[in-house]
């Protein structure tokens, strides 16, 4: 019965092979699981409305000012 | 390691850490696929733990802290999903991991993305033979060709213990090649 060195075979690949293309695609389908970095944006409808008054207040008084001072 | 302190923090970074993130993903895809194979066996089971250990990474980036190379802390996590993941497989059929692991064996055969022949499914059943962590040694030595210094950051286990277990691995190995 011959025995059975594993240093003096020849290496024993394990074999296994993968889809083609599978590395190719395979970083976007975990980006996709992976919550998305976006720069904030200020929406016209955020719920914080203060700054629209400050601005209509401003506005108002841009408006009025002129007509009260030729009064 | 400059460079990888760099990098690490180009990972916790919020305005980079998606780019770098993906970086990380191509550096280290290949590598991890082949380590979580070699213990789940099976394609598609490791697809589902490759995919989950990479999650899991992003989601604890915040926690590396940097004591360890990235490279073994990476390989760590993959390591604990893919013994989990067939842990988990083997109780929700009602058998033992062991009984799990030589029906894999045997459906290689069979798996169209298995192109091996008589002899590394014999190795296969050889590597079987042994207690689970000797079988991680073996194949991180010899089917992934990992040094002993990675391999100890890895698992936590000595070189001089590592290198005693790889023996005694190869030993059962070859009795059980040369007997089947």
Do not use: C
């Not at chain 2, 550096?27 to 394609?43: D, G, M, S």
Request: hydrophobic share 40%; aromatic share 12%.
């Amino acid at each position: 019965m011959k025995t059975f060195k594993l240093d003096t075979t020849p290496k024993i690949e394990s074999g296994f092979k993968t889809p083609e293309n599978y590395f190719d695609t395979f970083s976007a389908k975990v980006m996709q699981q992976i919550p998305n970095q976006e720069p904030k944006i200020i929406s016209l409808f955020s719920k914080n409305k203060s700054w629209i008054y400050a601005a209509a207040a401003v506005l108002v008084l841009a408006l009025t000012l002129p007509i009260a001072y030729n009064n | 390691m400059q460079e990888e302190k760099e990098f690490i923090q180009e990972l916790l970074n919020p305005k980079t850490q998606n780019l770098a993130f993906e970086k990380l993903l191509k550096k280290f895809q290949k590598p991890l696929y082949n380590h979580i194979r070699t213990i789940v066996l099976n394609h598609y089971d490791t697809d589902d733990v490759l995919q989950n250990t990479f999650v899991k990474v992003f989601r604890n980036l915040d926690k590396f802290k940097g004591d360890s190379k990235l490279f073994s802390w990476i390989y760590r996590i993959a390591t604990n999903e893919a013994l989990t993941f067939i842990n988990q497989k083997a109780k929700k059929s009602g058998i033992t991991s062991e009984t799990l692991q030589s029906k894999a064996i045997d459906n290689l055969k069979a798996d169209i993305y298995f192109d091996g022949n008589e002899i590394q499914i014999k190795l296969q059943k050889a590597i079987a033979q042994l207690p689970e962590k000797q079988q991680l040694v073996f194949k991180m030595k010899y089917f992934e060709e990992l040094k002993y210094e990675e391999i100890s950051e890895i698992l936590g286990t000595s070189v001089g213990a590592l290198k005693a277990s790889y023996h005694y691995a190869v030993k059962k190995i070859e009795a059980f090649v040369t007997t089947n």
